[in-house]
Structures are given as structure tokens and as C-alpha cells.
């Protein structure tokens, strides 16, 4: 396992005005869908298929009347204390914020599966989610905040049509301004555009089946899950725009030979043999003329499979079960814990076993990339040997990330020895 530790200092930070009429949402550990499928409904699946799903799910559209009701009331402002502790972090007047947090309140962020929204100048809350005395619910009024910022010049009477993907950019930004505030950056003041409210939602973590103190789960699993998923995410992100930076430039005649992503792609997946009539592109097994021409579309169809894995941690589709002897889930029955973590092909769902918990989350985040990479694609496996093979090694997937991260590897090593 390996895990990594993302930046933000230093950065210059960009306030994006979201879209019209969006419900913006920000989930834990990536549930990012109101509910989930059933089992049969697993089974009937294909890997393409979980992923389209998770991808509709997550773009539900319909606010229900009862979260435009809680709109419509007065709410009341963030007290004194709180109210200068967050324009001190923000440098910015929150006096105009309204946070609602009464029981039709909480039953509007139900209604939504949300610990908390936010729409304009209003945030609302579910129960017991107002603690801005806590580090979790400063965590999540900070965040909030952040959207309240980026619709600052919205209409004070405007309401959201529908909610928002939770991995679209207004929550990438969001989730950069919010870092940037709770570690005591300075944070840039414009909103950039104009545009409807949108709303913002937390979602209720119900696809993580772990207790706390059971299974080697810590005492906040669900936190400490939302951090490697998020991190996870990330590093895919960054695995595949990486790779087709490095692709272009290769097919241009430019490669950066030992350059950290290249050498990373090298090492762990080698080149394309040559051949008959020039070089064979291993992932499809097309005859290309050069080896550039080769390597550059390997590269851009791996960086395709990382934006893959990214979006499934997006989408928030994988349940998430703690176990230490035997467990299932969709027809995936896993026996014990001779690993840290299991996933079985077209089962939205990844086994956490103790020694998943307690080490270097970034290294937690590269075995979550190994085990969905299971998880999608029923080829990748460990081991596979002859031309390609490494591509069908799921800790291949994992190193790569891990080198460039300057993180340690996993197991099985990649390559096969």
C-alpha cells in the first residue's frame, strides 16, 4: 500500500463561477449517488456498464419542492465567533450567509441524501451536521463557504433546477479553496461570471459498511476512507493527464526520455516490440511504423483507462466493506485476508481487510487504484506474461501512480518476476 500527500501551498488559486441552474454536491469517501444498485442488478452489469450507471446516477437532476421551501425561509447567520474565524480564513464577508439548520431542514438534506447544501447565500444542514466547534463541521461549513463564495453574484432570490456532477470543476475549486482557507493560505477575492445558484451537497455516506473499532477500522472510518478515495481520485487524475502530455510529445517526435512519467511507463510497462512491418501496439494489436507512433497511442490509451478509475472514485459507486474472515457482496465472495484489499470484475465494491487501515494513507490511495482496476476490467489480473502483459497486471496500474509520487510500490511486483 502507498498513499500521497497532495500540495496546495503555493498555488495560485482561481474562484470558478459554476454553471447555471446547477445542484453543486461534494460526497464522502465518494458516495456520490443517492442510492444504490441490488445485486442482481450488479450481476446483469458489465464493467462499461457499472460505470455509465454510476455516471447517470451521480447527475440526478430533480430538487425536490421541499429543499426550494427551506430556501425560501429566513435561516439565521453564522454566529459572531464562527462569523470571524471564516472571513479571517477567507478574507472575505460572510455577515450575508443564512445557515438553516431546524428539522425541515434537515429533512430537505435528507431528502437530497445530504449532510449539507448550499444554494446562494444559504447553507443547510442536516441534523446534528451544524458543529462548527468540531473539526469535522468546520470542515464542512469551509467547504460550503467556498460555494457561497463562487455564486456571490447570483441573484438573492435565484433557485437551483438541478444539482451538479460532484467531480465538475466548481468542486474541484471548491475543495482548493476550502484546503487553501483551513491551512491559512491567502485566497484571490474575484468571482469570475455571473450565473444561478447552485447547490452544493455533502452525501450521507452510505456505501461504506464498516464499523468503528471492528475489522481494524479506525474510530472515523468514514472520514479516513473520504480522504484515500479523494486522494485516489486525484492521483488518477493527474496519472492520465500526465500520460497524454507525455504521449503528444512522444508522437511528436519529443520524447522525454527519462523524465519521471516516462521512465514510470518504461519501468513498469516496457515498450512496444518490434515486429513484422514496424512496432505492434500491445493494447490493441495494431502494426504501427515507428515505435513513437506505438508507444504514444499505448500512452494515450492507458491515460483513457486512469480517467476511468478517476471517475469511478467520482461517481461514488463502490461500496465499501471492512472484513477480517469471510464476506459478499453482488456475487463476489471473498474468503479471507491473506491481503489488505479484494475486488472481483463487475462488482461495485472493494474488501478492506485490517492491514488496509493504520499505515501511509497514500499508499492506501495506490491499492484502492490496484483494486479497482480489478474491479473494471475482468483481463487485469496479476502475472500475465508475453507481450502486453504488464497491462493486464493490476499492480502495474499501482506502481506507475506510486512512481510518479515517489512512493514505495505494492504487491505482487510489478513486473511479474
Known amino acids: 500500500m502507498h498513499k500521497v500527500n497532495a500540495s496546495y501551498q503555493n498555488k495560485q488559486v482561481t474562484i470558478l463561477q459554476p454553471q447555471q441552474g446547477i445542484l453543486q454536491r461534494k460526497c464522502t469517501c465518494g458516495n456520490y449517488t443517492v442510492a444504490s444498485s441490488s445485486c442482481s442488478t450488479c450481476k446483469k452489469n458489465n464493467q462499461m456498464g457499472l460505470l455509465q450507471k454510476a455516471v447517470r446516477r451521480s447527475e440526478a437532476t430533480e430538487i425536490p419542492p421541499i429543499v426550494h421551501d427551506v430556501l425560501r425561509s429566513p435561516g ?3 454566529d459572531s465567533g464562527t462569523l470571524g474565524f471564516m472571513a479571517s480564513r477567507f478574507s472575505h464577508d460572510f455577515s450575508q450567509v443564512r445557515v438553516h439548520t431546524d428539522d425541515k431542514a434537515a429533512e430537505s438534506a435528507n431528502a437530497v441524501d445530504a449532510l449539507a447544501y448550499t444554494a446562494g447565500k444559504h447553507i443547510v444542514f442536516g441534523a446534528r451536521q451544524y458543529t462548527p466547534g468540531t473539526a469535522s463541521g468546520r470542515e464542512l461549513l469551509v467547504h460550503e463557504l467556498a460555494h457561497v463564495m463562487q ?3 447570483v441573484a438573492s432570490n435565484a433557485l437551483p433546477v438541478r444539482i451538479g ?5 466548481e468542486e474541484v475549486n471548491a475543495d482548493h479553496l476550502a484546503r487553501s482557507a483551513l491551512s491559512g493560505e491567502r485566497l484571490p477575492h474575484r468571482v469570475i461570471g455571473a450565473g444561478a445558484p447552485l447547490l452544493s451537497r455533502r452525501v450521507i455516506p452510505r456505501l461504506v459498511h464498516c464499523t468503528a473499532g471492528t475489522d481494524g477500522a479506525p474510530a472515523d472510518p468514514v472520514t479516513e476512507l473520504t480522504t484515500i478515495v479523494d486522494r485516489a481520485e486525484g492521483m488518477a487524475t493527474a496519472a492520465s493527464i500526465l500520460l497524454t502530455l507525455v504521449a503528444g510529445l512522444t508522437r511528436a517526435g519529443m520524447r522525454p526520455v527519462g523524465s519521471t512519467v516516462e521512465q514510470a511507463f518504461d519501468d513498469r510497462f516496457g515498450e512496444p516490440p518490434a515486429v513484422r512491418g514496424g512496432f505492434m501496439n500491445r493494447l490493441t494489436g495494431d502494426v504501427r511504423p515507428t515505435l513513437e507512433i ?5 500512452m494515450e490509451l492507458m491515460a483513457r483507462r486512469y480517467e476511468l478509475i478517476a471517475n469511478q472514485f467520482g461517481s461514488g459507486f463502490i461500496h465499501y466493506l471492512c472484513m477480517s474472515t469471510t464476506r459478499s457482496f453482488g456475487g463476489c465472495n471473498i474468503t479471507d485476508c491473506s491481503n489488505d484489499a ?14 488496509f487501515w493504520g ?5 492506501s490511495s495506490t491499492l484502492l487504484i490496484h483494486e479497482t482496476s480489478h474491479m473494471i476490467w475482468e483481463s487485469v489480473f496479476h502475472g500475465a506474461r508475453g507481450a502486453g502483459g504488464n497491462f493486464r497486471h493490476a499492480e502495474c496500474y499501482a506502481s506507475f ?3 510518479i509520487f515517489g512512493l514505495a510500490p505494492g504487491i505482487p511486483a ?3 518476476t
Open 165 to 169: 456532477h460532484p467531480s465538475g470543476s
Open 414 to 416: 510489478c513486473p511479474a
Open 401 to 403: 501512480v506510486a512512481d
Open 76 to 78: 439565521h447567520p453564522l
Open 342 to 355: 479484494w475486488a472481483c470484475p463487475g462488482v461495485n465494491a472493494i474488501f478492506l481487510c485490517p492491514g
Open 359 to 363: 499505515g501511509d494513507l497514500r499508499t
Open 294 to 298: 506505438a508507444l504514444s497511442e499505448e
Open 151 to 153: 455564486q456571490e453574484q
